[in-house]
């Protein structure tokens, strides 16, 4: 069983989900409370999924690879996945300030300060227990200050970036 909460244009919801063995991508789905059967194709690889079976209703979707939006028949849906047996949490800012979700040390910056970017984009790498984790930008604007630099390290929250 995997617990998340998935928001999608800010409407939460609670997932458990269970793979049900030899049943060919079948899951049992607990949202919010109500139980759902979820039919995912199988995939090779990193192969995108492209639709699934929620009740008897299809649904063709595609994701950011970053799992920040969707793409759905209705248009575009803001997206944040939240794994609820994570040790580990990002720390979440809604105001444009990139925190470290993981103390660790910096290994490159790829923005500079009074640069514009876009959601998703990459901002630096942070380096974590032999781990490159790539920090991505919360969401589009100007950076307008780099608390970051190769080869320093940071604490668990430390704010490393602001965008505006």
Do not use: C
Not at 88 to 110: C, F
């Amino acid at each position: 069983m995997s617990r998340v909460k998935v928001t999608i244009d800010g409407q939460p919801f609670e997932i458990e989900l269970t793979l049900l063995p030899g049943q060919n991508g079948r899951l049992k789905a607990v949202v919010n409370g109500e139980l759902v059967e979820v039919i995912v194709p199988e995939v090779q690889g990193r192969e995108p999924i492209e639709w699934i079976m929620v009740g008897n209703r299809p649904y063709e979707l595609s994701f950011d690879a970053n799992l920040r939006w969707l793409r759905a028949y209705d248009g575009l849906h803001a997206l944040e996945i939240q794994d609820l047996e994570a040790v580990v949490t990002r720390p979440v800012s809604k105001d444009g300030r990139v925190k470290a979700p993981i103390p660790g040390l910096i290994t490159r910056v790829m923005v500079s300060e009074g640069q514009e970017v876009v959601a998703g984009q990459p901002l630096l790498v942070l380096e974590a227990m032999k781990m490159e984790n790539e920090i991505l930008a919360p969401r589009s604007g100007v950076v307008q200050s780099l608390n970051a630099t190769p080869g320093r390290g940071v604490n668990l929250g430390e704010v490393l970036v602001e965008i505006v």
